[in-house]
């Protein structure tokens, strides 16, 4: 099954440093999300993107953040300034153009970040 | 708002036994999807099963089924036989058409199930 690619892994960062987290979706998909989950608790939505801008926002994407889709690929999250409580798992998620038999969000494999 | 509730943050079962995990939501919408995704400790989600609001007939997959209670807001999961394998977090999730004509996934708060040997 073709799948959602998370790089990296893992981020450590210190507090005010700007980190961008990077996304390759499945390539025929045309809606792309961002996903955060602090550890233990629910998983929650950043922002959604389709047709090369943000269809949605949650209120925890602030001017801080921001996502790209610079060349056609990759689809990024940058958080400018990162702050102690943006430690979390990032996931990115994609899915179709909208396939009844088929509806369903693509999860990557996350990247953990952990802001000093 | 739409809103999904997990109400219960942890169930065990004994291998080969069956479990049910409860979600219920708020919606004003007609047509909707539901979802059951699976987080194990890699963290990767993975759906479970889905349920499309105007399908009467319950999705199951395998060993995975639903009882979905449209009018009554209610999703539940039924795992039967359960597996070692099938310990992980399950949350369950709603997805909305956005005012931009998009969609929108909105998740529980998940319930972390344990299964015992």
């Known amino acids: 099954e073709p799948e959602v690619t998370q790089t990296p892994s893992h981020q450590v960062t210190q507090m005010g440093q700007e980190v961008i987290l990077r996304c390759v979706p499945i390539?025929?998909?045309?809606?792309f999300y961002w996903y955060r989950q602090i550890l233990g608790q629910k998983v929650e939505f950043l922002v959604s993107?389709?047709?090369?801008?943000?269809?949605?926002k949650s209120e925890i994407f602030d001017d801080q953040f921001s996502v790209e889709r610079p060349d056609g690929s990759n689809f990024t999250l940058k958080i400018r300034s990162t702050k102690l409580e943006d430690s979390a798992m990032y996931f990115c998620?994609?899915?179709?153009?909208?396939?009844?038999?088929?509806?369903?969000?693509?999860f990557g494999s996350g990247t953990q970040l952990s802001v000093l | 708002a739409q809103t999904v509730t997990q109400s219960q943050p942890e169930m065990s079962v004994q291998e080969a036994e069956t479990v049910t995990l409860s979600c219920t939501y708020d919606?004003?919408?007609?047509?909707?999807?539901l979802f059951w995704y699976k987080q194990p400790p890699s963290r990767q989600m993975i759906l479970v099963i889905r349920?499309?609001?105007?399908?009467?007939q319950n999705a199951t997959e395998n060993r995975f089924s639903v009882n979905f209670q449209k009018a009554a807001k209610s999703f539940s999961l039924k795992i039967s036989d359960s597996q070692l394998g099938d310990a992980a977090m399950y949350f369950c999730?709603?997805?909305?058409?956005?005012?931009?004509?998009?969609?929108?996934?909105?998740f529980g708060t998940g319930t972390r199930l344990k299964v015992l040997a």
């Open positions: 349920q499309e609001a105007y399908k009467q």
């Open positions: 993107f389709y047709n090369n801008e943000i269809s949605e």
């Open positions: 998620a994609s899915r179709e153009l909208f396939d009844s038999n088929n509806e369903k969000l693509f």
């Open positions: 999730a709603y997805r909305r058409q956005t005012t931009s004509g998009t969609y929108k996934y909105i």
């Open positions: 919606t004003s919408e007609s047509d909707y999807y």
């Open positions: 390539s025929n998909h045309l809606y």
